[in-house]
């Protein structure tokens, strides 16, 4: 079965520019995450689908940010325009939508994110 | 708010020699808590996790985790450690259900043959 996959695995651009980053989820996770790591800092939560709802987007730092997950399946989180700050690496996590108890997160390799 | 603290950035140990990671909390109540594990190029990996009951925990490839209400802590262990298991170690909480996680900074460990 194939894991959470991430794209890029890496992305330099300049100030200014837009970048979109991808997730594709484990199939039938519903539950869907986005963290991100600062050079230095630790992993951050920037929000939470179920299916194709945002369940809690409390940590997404500013309306820079756009994350989508059209249909309930895989996901993208848009950086326009991006800034120094945003460089970092991006993790994406997915879990099955089981009732009761934890349902544990299954992480992406991240996309390490530079902006110059 | 709850927050996690890794007080080590990085542990150096000799491989075959005994390790524990340090990791305190602060949370209203008893939060779920998790040890993962990241390897050069890889995503985070579960180690183990406490949810309520017996405060020993055992997780896979050998660690094990103590959770200690009255200190706020729930420090990793590992008897007898492999030059595989250098990596990045991060310790996290969760306030239940599905939402998202609060990590600390983690710690780096270095094996020296």
């Known amino acids: 079965e194939a894991g959470v996959t991430q794209f890029p695995s890496h992305s330099v651009i300049e100030k200014g520019q837009t970048v979109t980053l991808r997730c594709d989820p484990i199939?039938?996770?519903?539950?869907l995450y986005w963290y991100r790591r600062v050079m230095g800092k630790e992993i951050k939560f920037l929000l939470h689908?179920?299916?194709?709802?945002?369940?809690?987007e409390s940590g997404m730092p500013n309306n820079r940010f756009l994350a989508e997950r059209t249909g309930g399946t895989y996901s993208t989180l848009k950086v326009q325009p991006a800034e120094l700050e945003d460089s970092g690496v991006y993790f994406c996590?997915?879990?099955?939508?089981?009732?009761?108890?934890?349902?544990?997160?299954?992480f992406g390799p991240g996309t390490r994110l530079t902006v110059l | 708010a709850q927050s996690v603290t890794q007080p080590d950035i990085h542990i150096t140990v000799s491989e075959g020699a005994s390790l524990e990671l340090r990791c305190n909390y602060s949370y209203g109540a008893t939060p779920y808590l998790f040890w993962y594990v990241q390897s050069p190029g890889q995503g985070l990996q579960l180690l183990l996790k406490y949810f309520s009951g017996d405060t020993l925990v055992q997780g896979i490839k050998g660690f094990e985790a103590e959770f200690k209400r009255s200190q706020s802590s729930f420090n990793l262990r590992k008897p007898s450690v492999h030059w595989s298991d250098a990596a990045e170690y991060f310790c996290a909480v969760e306030r239940g259900g599905a939402d998202g996680l609060t990590f600390g900074k983690g710690t780096h460990l270095i094996i020296q043959p």
């Open positions: 199939s039938g996770h519903d539950n």
């Open positions: 689908f179920v299916k194709e709802s945002k369940q809690d």
């Open positions: 996590a997915s879990s099955p939508l089981l009732a009761g108890g934890y349902n544990e997160q299954f």
